[in-house]
Each structure stands twice: as C-alpha cells, then as structure tokens.
C-alpha cells in the first residue's frame, strides 16, 4: 500500500481597491501569463464595475446569491471593493489546485464569482 501522507495546505489571498474616479474598471486576479485586461483569457477572472464577471472571455451578470440578494453588484466612485481568492490542495500527487474568488463592496460580501482550478504549471497568480 501507500505509505505516503498528502497534506492539503490552504491559502487566502485578498486586497481591496476604492474607487477614486467616475468610469469603468474591472479587477479581480490573474496568473502571470495572463491578460491584464482581466477576465478575457484563460489566466483571469475579473469583475466589473457594470456587475458583469468575466472569464476566456465571457461576461455574465453577477449571479445572485443568498450573499447579495437585493444587492445592487454594480459598482462605482466611492466604493471600496474587496477580492479574496482562496486557494486549496495542489499536493505532490494532484496536477491542479481548487479554489473560488470571491468578492465584497464596502464591507459587504457579495458571494462567489468563479470556481477556479490552477494548475501546477501556472506561474503565481496575483491582482
């Protein structure tokens, strides 16, 4: 049999952005091979100040959840914005890694806006 333990270590990473001017931004994170127009390849996810998320290209509205039920996702001058990319697994014997990214405005959670799967052999993934 195996004899061999895997340990599954488990990483949070999160920053905030305000704000500062009227006009259209988006943020979220990529991997350093990816675009950083976020969320129009393979190695970003990004979330707009319209509500939309974005991932390879596709832009969908920010699904409502029981986090932001009746929350207005959009965002604009003034707001705080928070992005949180938790990270699990990725052992010695798993090619890939799990995670979600998550997002809140002023303070708030808003919920999950993309499940993630990171390979091995992507580089760091950082805002």
Not at 83 to 104: E, H, M, P
Not at 116 to 125: E, F, I, L, R
Request: glycine share 18%.
């Amino acid at each position: 049999g195996d004899s061999s333990s895997s340990s599954q270590a488990e990483h949070a990473y999160y920053y905030e952005v305000e704000i500062k001017d009227e006009g259209i931004v988006r943020v979220g994170f990529a991997t350093a091979d990816g675009s950083l127009n976020l969320g129009t390849d393979d190695g970003g996810w990004g979330y707009g100040g319209t509500g939309m998320i974005a991932h390879q290209n596709k832009f969908e509205p920010f699904e409502e959840s029981e986090e932001n039920r009746g929350q207005n996702v959009s965002f604009g001058k003034g707001d705080v914005i928070g992005c949180l990319l938790r990270v699990s697994g990725g052992d010695q014997k798993n090619s890939a890694a799990g995670g979600a990214i998550y997002f809140t405005k002023n303070g708030r959670m808003i919920g999950k806006a993309f499940d993630v799967c990171m390979p091995k052999k992507a580089k760091k993934v950082g805002p």
